[in-house]
């Protein structure tokens, strides 16, 4: 389920990425016409008309960017598909559909003399046809309501599942026009249709089921305007927050708070308190979360990070428009969107406390904040901006740590992209070049029963172990190759061996057009032990001089009581059998790789050279349990830094030794000393 949220999370980033450089131009038009007397004129006009076609087609473009981000090698066939998705279900929700399908027909049976309304509901002609409209359905399916960002996405689901599940079926001769990515578009459509006759009778349950919890949140004070808040944000995915916005805003239960704010016809020291708490936040909270996962994102990463966070949280100061940000991190992180929610239901309760009144036209951003500073009913709002510097340190902070406890992927945190793979430094073909050699050396796809990885070795079932050839696996660029028994093969590569095991998989499963192995030269043309190695330093390091990583005594690499480090197949180094299990950098250096176990990590020291940490042997088996990884990839540290904390009595307990080999990867003639 992670994955598929994570997933989810990437693809949304190329639609969102766009919003942004729209709620500004929007911004900008606002604020020309709030300066002048609320008059447009030609260049609000042009602005605001720019800005909205991006804004109020979100949902469209969340529809096919979703559609192309979660298609498996897309080709511009699932994007279709996510527009045909779209199309289908906005179309039959559409108001003039709805109105057909769900309401009474009066042609042939009018009301009797003397029947009432129920009040809301009317009777309006359609398509010739006099109907009786409910005010759940006219709320519900009003235009644009149920057009929001949850649609969008569905919508982009649809697609792109349709598409990965029938982009290769052949269909009989007869219907072979049809067959493959044609049938794609034919097939949502059908999904589409079901999916939307069951949002028919759904989404008005759901829509006036939230419009009744806000008439009952009311008469709570302070705690119903935070519960309002609370669920305004957590609605936000869902598109559902307009119901709760209708109930507070505007006329619905009589509170009308956006409308008299405006109007200047509330009640000072009373309008504007379901407004108010959306400022902080939004000016501020926001963008101290954006500056916490700019500084946890991953070295290599900080710039593409730092592009999104910061157009983000320029749109939510300015503007208020918070979807760049909050769509940047709700579905790679989602509990930190949950703390957002409790955030902004805090900040709204505050607010409803203190003498602070604030209301907008367009949200809670430093435009509106200006516009209506000098309106009668606003109360103090300077409070606003010192409400803010305290939501900007608590985001900051708090986002922080839990990205850093958690290990979550924000921006810039993501895993490495698989489709990254064939961008590699082993060989001219990259790791897919290394992947197709080693698929051959290992006695071709048919051979190869599982394939797995840990930090720096493949690990893998083979069908027939005897015909597998080593020197042709050094030459590929393995440093070795161990037979545990049975059908166990493992080939030790180094710390960039995610890459390759990722290539391969594409490989055996025919994602990539992979080249023959005939054709990829060879790493290592002389296939001796003392010349195979992934990368090797131009200047060699005689002597690696590393502060002990972890509490304990020192021994010798030789005697680890595992073939793999003792032999020096994986490079020299030493070994600590640790007293205390907290983990530190042996040097200043560069994260290169944390396992997803958290048993190794592997780091680049500043002169290049790569050393691995691999505390316990074996330890890959107990799936992280009793590790907790305190930095990522592509973090800096310093010598003593703390990286890791282990738990040496659940490795003992779960029978595995907690010795813990230091190996240097890329320089065979380096000699290690722990100090």
């Not at 990425?17 to 606002?30: C, D, E, F, S, W």
């Not at 009018?110 to 009777?123: S, W």
């Amino acid at each position: 389920m992670m994955k598929f949220l994570q997933n989810l999370g990437k693809s949304i980033m190329l639609p969102v990425a766009v919003l942004p450089v729209a709620a500004i131009l929007v911004g900008i038009a606002n604020w020309i016409i709030g300066i002048n007397d609320d008059q447009t004129n030609v260049v609000t006009s042009f602005l605001q008309t720019a800005g909205l076609a991006i804004l109020d087609n979100m949902a469209l473009l969340f529809a096919v960017g979703v559609s192309i981000g979660m298609a498996r090698k897309s080709d511009g066939t699932s994007a279709l598909a996510g527009l045909v998705s779209w199309l289908v279900i906005t179309s039959l929700l559409a108001p003039s559909s709805v109105m057909t399908l769900l309401s009474r027909d009066y042609t042939s049976t009018p009301l009797e003399d003397g029947a009432t309304l129920a009040e809301g509901e009317k009777i309006v002609q359609e398509h010739g046809q006099w109907m009786l409209a409910s005010p759940d359905i006219n709320a519900a399916f009003a235009p644009g309501s149920f057009q929001n960002a949850f649609i969008g996405i569905l919508c982009g689901i649809i697609g792109a599942a349709c598409y990965n599940r029938f982009k290769s079926v052949k269909l009989p001769d007869a219907l072979s026009f049809f067959s493959g990515r044609r049938s794609v578009a034919i097939v949502t459509a059908g999904v589409s249709l079901i999916v939307g006759l069951v949002l028919l009778f759904l989404w008005p349950l759901i829509y006036s089921g939230l419009v009744w919890f806000g008439e009952h949140i009311v008469d709570l004070g302070a705690v119903g305007t935070g519960l309002y808040g609370f669920f305004n944000r957590l609605l936000i995915p869902f598109g559902l927050h307009h119901a709760l916005n209708s109930v507070f805003w505007f006329d619905v239960a009589g509170i009308n708070d956006l409308n008299n704010f405006l109007a200047g016809d509330g009640e000072f020291g009373v309008t504007g308190q379901y407004m108010t708490g959306f400022f902080p936040v939004m000016m501020f909270g926001l963008p101290g979360a954006a500056l916490a996962m700019y500084v946890t994102a991953k070295t290599k990463r900080k710039k593409i990070a730092y592009g999104i966070l910061l157009s983000g949280a320029v749109s939510s100061f300015f503007v208020g428009v918070t979807e760049p940000l909050e769509f940047a991190f709700m579905f790679l992180a989602p509990p930190l969107y949950l703390i957002h929610a409790v955030f902004m239901g805090i900040s709204m309760a505050i607010s409803s406390l203190l003498p602070v009144r604030m209301g907008f036209g367009f949200s809670g951003g430093f435009v509106d904040l200006m516009l209506n500073w000098t309106n009668p009913l606003a109360e103090n709002p300077w409070i606003i901006l010192v409400m803010g510097a305290v939501w900007f340190v608590i985001y900051f902070f708090v986002f922080r740590w839990v990205i850093l406890k958690f290990r979550l992927k924000t921006p810039g945190r993501e895993d490495d992209d698989p489709d990254d793979v064939d961008g590699g430094d082993s060989g001219s073909a990259g790791f897919v070049g290394t992947a197709v050699k080693f698929i051959d050396a290992l006695g071709g796809k048919s051979n190869i029963a599982e394939l797995d990885n840990c930090a720096t070795r493949l690990r893998m079932e083979i069908n027939d172990p005897s015909i597998v050839d080593e020197p042709a696996l050094k030459r590929a660029g393995a440093a070795g190759t161990i037979k545990p028994g049975g059908r166990s093969v493992q080939v030790i590569y180094g710390l960039n061996v995610q890459f390759v095991k990722d290539a391969m998989e594409k490989v055996l499963a025919g994602d990539i057009e992979a080249p023959a192995a005939a054709d990829v030269p060879d790493v290592v043309p002389d296939a001796d032990e003392s010349s195979a190695s992934v990368a090797v330093l131009e200047k060699t390091a005689e002597t690696v001089v590393l502060h002990r990583p972890i509490p304990g005594y020192a021994i010798a690499l030789s005697e680890v009581p595992d073939a793999t480090f003792s032999s020096g197949m994986m490079g020299p180094g030493a070994a600590v059998v640790p007293t205390s299990g907290e983990v530190t950098a042996p040097a200043d250096a560069t994260v290169v790789t944390v396992f997803p176990t958290g048993h190794a990590i592997g780091l680049r020291l500043e002169d290049g050279t790569e050393v691995l940490i691999h505390v316990g042997l074996d330890t890959v088996k107990m799936k992280g349990d009793g590790f907790e990884p305190l930095v990522a990839a592509g973090d800096t540290v310093s010598r003593g830094q703390p990286i890791l904390n282990v738990d040496l009595g659940k490795i003992e307990a779960a029978g595995y030794l907690t010795v813990t080999p230091v190996v240097v990867m890329n320089n065979k003639s380096a000699v290690v000393e722990l100090t």
